[in-house]
């Protein structure tokens, strides 16, 4: 999908008044002005108007300005494995080839894919992340960029390591574990207290794959004959007769401070569990279509409450890491979302779910003056929403 490249108006100014006008700014999904402009004071909105400024201002033309894009979940170090695995394998023999894959490419290699990505995100007006690392390559990438967000230390196995969690402004230091399946319980909790300690989201995969909830459910098969190959003792772990989402909640992981990400082998039951815990909810659906042949159930998940966020996972499962071609692409699967739904998914929900809703995800007073211009010339509000989902110029 070719996608069109709104400018990213990116700010971190200091002592300086700026005035920004355009035909149209999106607060939030429920809140449109027409002909407006945004007052800016020392890298932060200070007023938001309609009508037209008295004082000299940048115009940006009849399009709209809106608060930037949120990509909740995020592998840039992969990104160098795009076009690299096929996704007709299996989901198991897809996981094999990206490891191999990865270790052969080389650490050179994917920090320089790994460049390419965030100048890309950045281009499109995806400026806050929440970065999934195993192997810790982007970390100090991250820190050297403009994007903003969280930057996840991803673990797996049994090790407890500690030390990586840092809460600061602009882009912090959290930690996630890879998924029920491949992280003992002991190592799960670890990882949480270290997160809940500072009040920041702790992430996790849950409910990805069959793979995963055939071991959790029945406590052997393929996947458990692979963790003992790998020396993973998973016999003390307290699985059997319950789902992932069952089997975190068991745990008390689920809370909201936690990010549960995919979520497309869940039951009626779990999306109770998921709305009364409160946890935040990511959602990949071009990755989980390329990788398992199936999407995740969103419209029942805004029924029951939970309002998931967007992440593309990586450019190993997926064509861009462009949160508009996410847009696109749910809005092409799930005709009766709404898009203003769909775009408080990119935005707002995406903020929240990183623990970043005081700073971002809507463009109000107090918040950092950090938006996006998209290029476009509507009539209409709802045309507005309808084209910005759809990703049409």
């Excluded at 809140?31 to 200070?46: D, F, H, R």
């Excluded at 490419?105 to 390419?116: F, I, N, P, R, S």
């Excluded at 938006?371 to 990703?391: A, C, L, Q, W």
């Amino acid at each position: 999908m070719t996608s069109p490249s709104p400018k990213p108006v990116l700010f971190g100014i200091r002592h300086k008044r700026e005035i920004h006008r355009a035909g149209w700014i999106i607060p939030d999904s429920m809140t449109v002005i027409q002909n407006g402009y945004l007052e800016i004071e020392n890298g932060y909105i200070k007023g938001i108007n309609s009508g037209v400024p008295r004082e000299a201002c940048t115009d940006h033309g009849p399009g709209v300005l809106m608060p930037p894009l949120v990509n909740a979940h995020v592998h840039l170090e992969l990104s160098a494995l795009k076009n690299r695995i096929p996704f007709d394998q299996g989901f198991q023999s897809w996981v094999k080839t990206l490891l191999e894959e990865r270790a052969a490419l080389g650490q050179t290699v994917l920090v320089q894919g790994a460049k390419k990505a965030i100048s890309d995100l950045l281009a499109w007006g995806n400026i806050y992340v929440g970065e999934i690392s195993t192997l810790g390559i982007t970390k100090s990438l991250l820190e050297n960029s403009a994007l903003k967000g969280v930057f996840f230390q991803e673990f797996l196995g049994t090790a407890v390591e500690k030390g990586w969690v840092q809460k600061k402004d602009g882009l912090s230091f959290s930690v996630a574990g890879h998924a029920p399946h491949t992280s003992s319980p002991d190592l799960l909790r670890a990882l949480k207290q270290q997160s809940r300690s500072m009040g920041l989201p702790f992430s996790i995969h849950v409910a990805e794959s069959e793979a995963e909830s055939g071991f959790i459910f029945r406590g052997k098969g393929p996947w458990a004959d692979f963790l003992t190959q790998r020396g993973i003792d998973y016999r003390s772990w307290d699985i059997g007769s319950k789902t992932p989402v069952a089997y975190l909640d068991d745990m008390g992981l689920l809370d909201p401070l936690t990010l549960a990400v995919h979520l497309l082998q869940v039951t009626p039951k779990d999306m109770d569990i998921l709305a009364r815990s409160q946890v935040k909810v990511c959602v990949c659906p071009r990755s989980n279509h390329n990788l398992h042949g199936r999407l995740p159930d969103i419209e029942r998940m805004i029924l029951k409450g939970i309002r998931p966020a967007l992440g593309t996972d990586s450019l190993a499962s997926c064509d861009s890491l462009n949160i508009w071609d996410e847009m696109a692409f749910i809005a092409k699967h799930y005709p009766g979302l709404d898009p203003r739904t769909l775009f408080s998914m990119a935005t707002h929900n995406g903020a929240k779910a990183l623990g970043l809703e005081h700073v971002t995800g809507t463009i109000a007073q107090g918040k950092r003056a950090d938006f996006i211009y998209r290029p476009m010339d509507p009539k209409t509000e709802n045309e507005i929403f309808e084209r910005m989902v759809s990703n049409e110029h």
